[in-house]
């Protein structure tokens, strides 16, 4: 009995973490498909959904329920547990991430000493994930996808991971609340403006969207890795990528935006959370906007682009910072 | 190396200048025309099926069945007739029928008209399940329109 009293508040934090990390999953899908549609019609200057509801405000809804009732089509050739083990494996890792973010002083899951290893560890497995679909599709272009998002992916990982260890050897933690209360005076973006430069390009590469989006480029290979899947596996990938999006977002704004100070509002602890969102939203929209602005990149140009001009950048950024931080 | 640097800074200024062009875009008035709540106002040239004009002095047509439209037709669509009234000065239209699955639009009869009493309607929403639905009676058109 006296065990259970003492495990039963640890319980609850997991029930309501778990609860948490699903609400923002499929809102997050939710507004931000909506946005993404809405704004690119915008740019292309026609409306964007406008029939279901008040300017198609629940078009998201619906689709969701389409997708729902559509058939699970399992091509007669493909490998058939790795086919369907895909998109779960998409899935399911983007809930670790939510439960080490911190939302507000108080508002965060679990504060771990490694939370950004957590993060960067989990949102990878995004890539076996990929390599497993299109493998598993048994479609050339599912695994033309497959390959070039693997490639893409281990590349643009190696700048990220440099770029937020100039930020790490700075502030000398991994715990991304220490990371975020480290930057009350100024944000690390005025400090390390490069190492944030360094970390959207990454962010764009590493979420699989324009202009890097060739694992999925459709004018080349109909749509990637995602070629063969239909209905609900389809849609765990789609939930997956905006999911994989608010993750490398929600981090930008723990490791270069100041997490979630702003103007104090009252209960500041858990209002914070305003300020935290609004930043990632910000950045959210940039992501949408360069989308639909932005051609797609020739895979030699995305490699170049990442070895002779990124990882060098950062490599000097991280000698710079440790060069200062040992000399400070 | 000198070219590896400005390659930058014209990549990054062409990028910027990328940016400028969407984000404008973004607030533009959209151009789209939700089609069937929202339409566009017709062009005065536009050539629709022809009409009879009604003119506001007398508020009737001006057609005084001579048939030269009626002659002057290459795909013989239209069908006029007439009739002598007691007290009535000339004839008196009673038919004025077109039958537009076989008109070419080609205006011949707006232009033989000697009164002017014909012109292009501005119908561009046309469709029907019938042929007999594209038989128009122009007459009864003119004196049911306002």
């Given at each position: 009995?006296?065990?259970?009293?003492?495990?039963?508040?640890?319980?609850?934090?997991?029930?309501?973490?778990?609860?948490?990390?699903?609400?923002?999953?499929?809102?997050?899908?939710?507004?931000?498909?909506?946005?993404?549609?809405?704004?690119?019609?915008?740019?292309?200057?026609?409306?964007?959904?406008?029939?279901?509801?008040?300017?198609?405000?629940?078009?998201?809804?619906?689709?969701?329920?389409?997708?729902?009732?559509?058939?699970?089509?399992?091509?007669?050739?493909?490998?058939?547990?790795?086919?369907?083990?895909a998109p779960i494996l998409a899935f399911a890792p983007v809930f670790v991430p939510l439960l080490v973010?911190?939302?507000?002083?108080?508002?965060?899951?679990?504060?771990?000493?490694?939370?950004?290893?957590?993060?960067?560890?989990?949102?990878?497995?995004?890539?076996?994930?990929?390599?497993?679909?299109?493998?598993?599709?048994?479609?050339?272009?599912?695994?033309?996808?497959?390959?070039?998002?693997?490639?893409?992916?281990?590349?643009?990982?190696?700048?990220?991971?440099?770029?937020?260890?100039?930020?790490?050897?700075?502030?000398?933690?991994?715990?991304?609340?220490?990371?975020?209360?480290?930057?009350?005076?100024?944000?690390?973006?005025?400090?390390?403006?490069?190492?944030?430069?360094?970390?959207?390009?990454?962010?764009?590469?590493?979420?699989?969207?324009?202009?890097?989006?060739?694992?999925?480029?459709?004018?080349?290979?109909?749509?990637?890795?995602?070629?063969?899947?239909?209905?609900?596996?389809?849609?765990?990938?789609?939930?997956?990528?905006?999911?994989?999006?608010?993750?490398?977002?929600?981090?930008?704004?723990?490791?270069?935006?100041?997490?979630?100070?702003?103007i104090d509002l009252p209960y500041a602890e858990y209002t914070g959370?305003?300020?935290?969102?609004?930043?990632?939203?910000?950045?959210?929209?940039?992501?949408?906007?360069?989308?639909?602005?932005?051609?797609?990149?020739?895979?030699?140009?995305?490699?170049?682009?990442?070895?002779?001009?990124?990882?060098?950048?950062?490599?000097?950024?991280?000698?710079?910072?440790?060069?200062?931080?040992?000399?400070? | 190396?000198?070219?590896?640097?400005?390659?930058?800074?014209?990549?990054?200024?062409?990028?910027?200048?990328?940016?400028?062009?969407?984000?404008?875009?973004?607030?533009?008035?959209?151009?789209?025309?939700?089609?069937?709540?929202?339409?566009?106002?017709?062009?005065?040239?536009?050539?629709?099926?022809?009409?009879?004009?009604?003119?506001?002095?007398?508020?009737?047509?001006?057609?005084?069945?001579?048939?030269?439209?009626?002659?002057?037709?290459?795909?013989?669509?239209?069908?006029?007739?007439?009739?002598?009234?007691?007290?009535?000065?000339?004839?008196?239209?009673?038919?004025?029928?077109?039958?537009?699955?076989?008109?070419?639009?080609?205006?011949?009869?707006?232009?033989?008209?000697?009164?002017?009493?014909?012109?292009?309607?501005?119908?561009?929403?046309?469709?029907?399940?019938?042929?007999?639905?594209?038989?128009?009676?122009?007459?009864?058109?003119?004196?049911?329109?306002?």
């Amino acid at each position: 009995m006296e065990t259970l009293y003492s495990i039963f508040p640890e319980l609850i934090r997991i029930i309501v973490c778990a609860i948490g990390g699903a609400v923002i999953v499929f809102g997050n899908a939710l507004v931000m498909g909506y946005a993404e549609r809405k704004l690119a019609g915008h740019i292309m200057l026609r409306p964007g959904p406008m029939e279901v509801g008040f300017h198609g405000i629940i078009q998201l809804v619906v689709d969701g329920l389409k997708l729902m009732g559509k058939q699970l089509v399992v091509p007669a050739q493909a490998d058939k547990p790795l086919f369907m083990l895909a998109p779960i494996l998409a899935f399911a890792p983007v809930f670790v991430p939510l439960l080490v973010i911190p939302f507000s002083d108080k508002l965060q899951g679990f504060d771990l000493d490694i939370g950004l290893l957590v993060i960067l560890a989990f949102a990878s497995i995004n890539v076996l994930a990929i390599l497993i679909g299109g493998w598993g599709s048994n479609n050339k272009y599912s695994l033309f996808g497959a390959f070039r998002s693997v490639a893409q992916n281990v590349a643009y990982e190696i700048p990220m991971l440099i770029s937020l260890l100039a930020i790490v050897f700075m502030t000398n933690t991994f715990s991304l609340r220490e990371v975020a209360a480290a930057q009350s005076p100024v944000w690390f973006v005025v400090v390390q403006p490069l190492a944030f430069l360094i970390y959207i390009v990454a962010m764009v590469a590493e979420t699989n969207r324009a202009p890097f989006d060739l694992p999925e480029a459709e004018s080349e290979l109909t749509a990637g890795f995602h070629t063969e899947y239909s209905g609900m596996s389809f849609s765990l990938f789609v939930l997956g990528e905006y999911a994989n999006m608010f993750i490398v977002c929600s981090v930008a704004t723990v490791f270069f935006l100041g997490g979630s100070s702003g103007i104090d509002l009252p209960y500041a602890e858990y209002t914070g959370v305003v300020w935290f969102l609004a930043k990632v939203y910000a950045l959210m929209f940039f992501l949408i906007w360069i989308r639909w602005t932005y051609p797609r990149t020739r895979f030699d140009q995305l490699m170049n682009f990442c070895w002779k001009y990124l990882i060098p950048f950062s490599l000097v950024n991280l000698l710079i910072t440790v060069v200062v931080v040992k000399l400070i | 190396m000198k070219s590896y640097f400005s390659v930058i800074f014209t990549g990054a200024w062409s990028l910027i200048t990328g940016l400028k062009v969407t984000i404008k875009a973004l607030f533009t008035p959209i151009v789209t025309v939700q089609y069937p709540r929202e339409k566009l106002v017709i062009t005065p040239n536009y050539r629709g099926h022809i009409d009879l004009i009604k003119f506001e002095d007398t508020g009737s047509h001006k057609c005084i069945t001579c048939g030269s439209c009626q002659r002057e037709c290459p795909s013989d669509c239209i069908v006029v007739e007439g009739e002598k009234r007691e007290g009535v000065k000339g004839k008196v239209l009673t038919v004025f029928t077109l039958d537009f699955t076989k008109c070419s639009l080609c205006g011949a009869c707006v232009e033989a008209c000697p009164t002017n009493a014909l012109d292009y309607s501005d119908e561009y929403e046309l469709a029907g399940a019938t042929r007999e639905e594209f038989h128009y009676d122009i007459l009864k058109r003119v004196e049911e329109r306002e």
